[in-house]
């Protein structure tokens, strides 16, 4: 008796091998996703400028990464906080925030070369899409990535259509093929809802996303290079009951993220990765162990 309905996944004709290079970028199930890749051998570089949670901020990241436009001093790209002092980047995780300008565009610049080099060498991009909902400057227009806690007057919400989703990635995959002709790129929709914009927003939000990355995905302009993971529809069908929740009951408990990986590594290693995959993570939990016992 089937007590559950399964996400059919088509076997990849390609695979990924435990060699290869994989740059993850997007929302927080990307870090999900990534530290599994860390803990199994691979090279991954992993959300490197931060969460980037909705398709137009994730593609003008790769857009300067690929351009190598530096980033300068007194930006409008970049916010000094008066309250706790610190300098800010629209387009970036807090992590990369300082007291001093110089020090946060030493930063990015550093990271986006960083970057850079590493997505002229990588064999897969993964691609974590969050929500269609975007924020920007409510003065200048200007996308943002981040709003770090700053005031809901400065910004003005929007929301992507399918189309424009797809005619900017579709334009970016075809720069991302002229840096790098091997590169194959994993999409994927993150299963985590947000709950912030209403239940009901946040499922046509994911429906707007689904349907651009059909677009790009079977575009002829795609090469047969993009590809389509199944991560929301596994979350939604497969492990609909609560238990598969954390606490929160909105973000993947553990047991749901390792299955989803599992459903990943059958679509896209073959057996020998597989195995390369299980001796580097059982080697990384032995070391966790000894850290702690030393500890």
């Excluded at 007590?3 to 929302?27: Q, R």
């Excluded at 200048?140 to 700053?150: F, I, R």
């Excluded at 749901?256 to 679509?267: L, N």
């Amino acid at each position: 008796m089937e007590l559950m309905t399964h996400i059919d996944i088509p076997e990849s004709e390609w695979k990924i091998v435990a060699d290869a290079k994989v740059l993850l970028v997007g929302s927080c199930f990307a870090d999900e996703i990534g530290e599994k890749m860390l803990r199994g051998g691979f090279e991954a570089m992993v959300n490197p400028f931060g969460t980037l949670y909705n398709p137009a901020s994730i593609a003008a990241s790769l857009l300067r990464t690929i351009s190598e436009r530096e980033y300068v001093k007194d930006s409008v790209e970049l916010i000094h906080d008066e309250l706790d002092g610190m300098w800010h980047s629209w387009m970036h995780h807090s992590r990369f925030s300082s007291t001093e300008q110089e020090v946060l565009i030493e930063k990015m610049n550093r990271t986006m070369h960083e970057v850079g080099t590493f997505l002229r060498e990588a064999d897969v991009l993964i691609v974590t899409l969050g929500t269609a909902i975007i924020y920007r400057i409510k003065e200048t227009g200007m996308l943002v990535a981040n709003c770090h806690k700053q005031p809901d007057s400065l910004f003005v919400r929007e929301r992507l259509s399918a189309y424009d989703i797809a005619d900017q990635w579709q334009m970016l995959l075809q720069l991302l093929e002229s840096v790098n002709p091997k590169l194959k790129v994993i999409f994927t929709v993150s299963p985590i809802r947000h709950k912030r914009d209403g239940f009901h927003v946040n499922q046509i939000s994911k429906g707007i996303l689904l349907q651009s990355l059909d677009e790009i995905v079977n575009c002829k302009s795609s090469n047969g290079k993009c590809y389509y993971f199944p991560s929301y529809e596994i979350m939604m069908d497969e492990l609909r009951d609560y238990r598969f929740y954390a606490d929160d009951m909105i973000h993947p408990s553990e047991k749901a993220v390792e299955y989803i990986w599992q459903r990943f590594q059958d679509t896209y290693f073959d057996n020998k990765t597989k195995d390369a995959v299980a001796k580097a993570t059982k080697k990384w939990t032995r070391q966790q162990h000894r850290q702690i016992v030393k500890d």
